[in-house]
């Protein structure tokens, strides 16, 4: 027993850290002044970098005038679950069936995601695969493959590009770039799907990181400093690069660590970064950067040491796993079964993941 508590915010949204309350049912409101506001650029931006933050599980909008607001707020944010209703068949809870290709999980806000987790919590997918890796000999012999023959045809130039910068001798970390592009075309090829439930339409699949406009709070930055090495920083940079993300990556140079500049001169140099996407910061000016901008991700020295530890310990991770510590995820679904509008409206959206076109022959 115990009710439910309410706390109101008038105009203003909560604080993005809030108190969960957790078994005690707490409801939050925030009520802008007028239904106008709730369509406005500026409160579209304030309640998308609020969920980025604050990154709940589950977004429900509910609008009689279309999926015009509910578009732009499934565009610019990364919850998982993300359902459009109407007033008479609202959206009410947080609800999320996975058989039916409501794809559910649990992601703490990105940048924060290694202090909880390895990977983000996807259902459907097998618990163990969170603790699998690719056998050293199998991605040896993808590698050597690649090596003598070339990544397959149809891969995008920038991805092919990134290969390069590897040292040819290293048939592991080649090998395992060619699992992860294989699960990016597989991904991409027809997304999104459509579930397969009755009782409400769902489209599900791979997602970019949030559309923001070209503002920073978009980007997923990658920094390269003392340690860095091409062998942990491709696999980071390849989901990005072979699709449509990449206008979202960025990449931070420690001026004071000769290996990270030379890395960074060769990602420029093979075509895989454009230059205007790499800049050079000191410690200092990178940490005064990532809090002015407050970029979606930053993929740091601790994140590549992640994976060279998992390396170590049971080989490099599943793809799908992987990308999912760089990617977002997940389904958007109408309340109504068979419903069309939802389809055309949303089906479309940048911000499904697309690979990048393939080089012209």
């Known amino acids: 027993g115990g009710g439910v508590a309410f706390a109101r915010h008038g105009g203003a949204l909560p604080a993005a850290q809030l108190d969960e309350h957790w078994r005690h049912a707490t409801v939050d409101f925030s009520a802008p002044e007028s239904a106008e506001r709730l369509r406005s650029p500026d409160w579209v931006r304030d309640i998308s970098k609020w969920l980025i933050a604050a990154q709940p599980i589950s977004v429900a909008v509910n609008d009689d005038a279309g999926f015009t607001l509910a578009r732009e707020i499934f565009e610019r944010t990364a919850v998982v679950v993300f359902t459009a209703g109407t007033l008479d068949a609202p959206a009410l809870t947080c609800q999320a069936r996975p058989q039916d290709g409501e794809v559910f999980g649990e992601v703490p806000p990105r940048r924060s995601l290694r202090a909880h987790t390895r990977c983000p919590v996807l259902v459907p997918s097998p618990t163990p695969g969170y603790n699998a890796g690719f056998a050293d000999a199998h991605l040896e012999a993808r590698g050597r493959a690649w090596a003598a023959e070339g990544p397959p045809a149809g891969t995008p130039p920038a991805a092919a590009a990134l290969l390069t910068v590897l040292d040819p001798s290293d048939l592991l970390t080649r090998g395992f770039c060619a699992e992860l592009l294989d699960y990016l075309t597989d991904a991409c090829a027809d997304n999104p ?162 690979m990048a076109p393939a080089a012209e022959s």
């Open 193 to 354: 799907r459509r579930g397969a439930g009755a009782g409400r339409t769902t489209l599900f699949g791979l997602q970019r990181t949030p559309l923001a406009d070209g503002d920073a709070r978009a980007h997923t930055v990658l920094r390269l400093s003392a340690g860095a090495s091409a062998a942990l920083a491709v696999p980071h940079l390849l989901p990005l690069v072979s699709t449509n993300a990449a206008a979202e990556l960025r990449v931070s140079v420690d001026p004071e660590a000769p290996a990270a500049r030379e890395l960074a001169a060769a990602l420029v140099s093979s075509g895989a970064v454009p230059a205007a996407q790499v800049s050079e910061d000191t410690a200092a000016a990178f940490e005064a950067r990532v809090a002015s901008e407050d970029p979606f991700n930053v993929v740091d020295g601790a994140a590549l040491a992640d994976l060279a530890e998992a390396r170590a310990a049971v080989g490099f991770p599943l793809a799908g796993h992987f990308a999912s510590t760089l990617l977002c995820f997940g389904h958007a679904k109408s309340t109504r079964p068979g419903d069309e509008a939802f389809v055309r409206a949303f089906a479309d959206s940048p911000k499904w993941l697309k």
